[in-house]
Antibody, heavy 125, light 108 residues
Framework: QVQLVESGGGVVQPGGSLRLSCAAS????????MHWVRQAPGKGLEWVAF????????YYADSVKGRFTISRDNSKNTLYLQMNSLRAEDTAVYYC??????????????????WGQGTLVTVSS | AIRMTQSPSSLSASTGDRVTITCRAS??????LAWYQQKPGKAPKLLIY???TLQSGVPSRFSGSGSGTDFTLTISCLQSEDFATYYC??????????FGQGTRLEIK
């Protein structure tokens, strides 16, 4: 079965950096796009970034553009999120999520069909 | 960015009830809408995509409808395991995905 396991969260000071990892299993990782989605404590969901199955295209939310970098290593079935210049407002549980690679009449269905358990990032001095 | 507004923000209901949650987009998004269920301390679970297509394994008491700017999620006969928070998500402005603020469904 599909499993996504995040790691790398922790406490970091404002302006610091952190790299999150997401280990994938139970599916052909190299065939699917992957996302990061975050959720601040007690708040709603916010999409963060997406990377295509082959890493050829990457997209970011405006709130993290220029500070976060999504990447993947298909030989290791692992997704990454490099977070630099962290701010207090980046404090959240970060989830990796799989794209189902569904198209309907040529329309890409950009949803999240499997999620990891999340890893907490706390930005605080 | 497309803003998604859910109503109500919270509601109380009893098992066996029929409940409807509404999601409104700030501009037309055709049928590019999904619904998720999230329980406390857990990751969200995909329920519906393309406004009305049930994800595999999701009970048929869940249904979705709508297009353009107005959408609904209906649970036809509430079960105890359905008490959770529900989110809508648009993917019309792909890759600029946005979520609604959530609707908390509580036991009356």
């Amino acid at each position: 079965q599909v499993q996504l396991v995040e790691s790398g969260g922790g406490v970091v000071q404002p302006g610091g950096s952190l790299r999150l990892s997401c280990a994938a299993s139970g599916f052909t990782f190299s065939s699917y796009g992957m996302h990061w989605v975050r959720q601040a404590p007690g708040k709603g969901l916010e999409w963060v970034a997406f990377i295509r199955y082959d890493g050829s295209n990457k997209y970011y939310a405006d709130s993290v553009k220029g500070r976060f970098t999504i990447s993947r290593d298909n030989s290791k079935n692992t997704l990454y999120l490099q977070m630099n210049s962290l701010r207090a407002e980046d404090t959240a549980v970060y989830y990796c999520a799989k794209d189902p690679r569904i198209t309907i009449f040529g329309v890409v269905i950009m949803v999240f069909d499997y999620w990891g358990q999340g890893t907490l990032v706390t930005v605080s001095s | 960015a497309i803003r998604m507004t859910q109503s109500p923000s919270s509601l109380s209901a009893s098992t066996g009830d029929r409940v409807t949650i509404t999601c409104r987009a700030s501009q037309g998004i055709s049928s590019y809408l999904a619904w998720y269920q999230q329980k406390p301390g857990k990751a969200p679970k995909l329920l519906i995509y393309a406004a009305s297509t049930l994800q595999s394994g999701v009970p048929s008491r869940f249904s979705g409808s709508g297009s353009g700017t107005d959408f609904t999620l209906t649970i036809s006969c509430l079960q105890s395991e359905d008490f959770a928070t529900y989110y809508c998500q648009q993917y019309y402005s792909y890759p600029g995905i946005t979520f609604g603020q959530g609707t908390r469904l509580e036991i009356k």
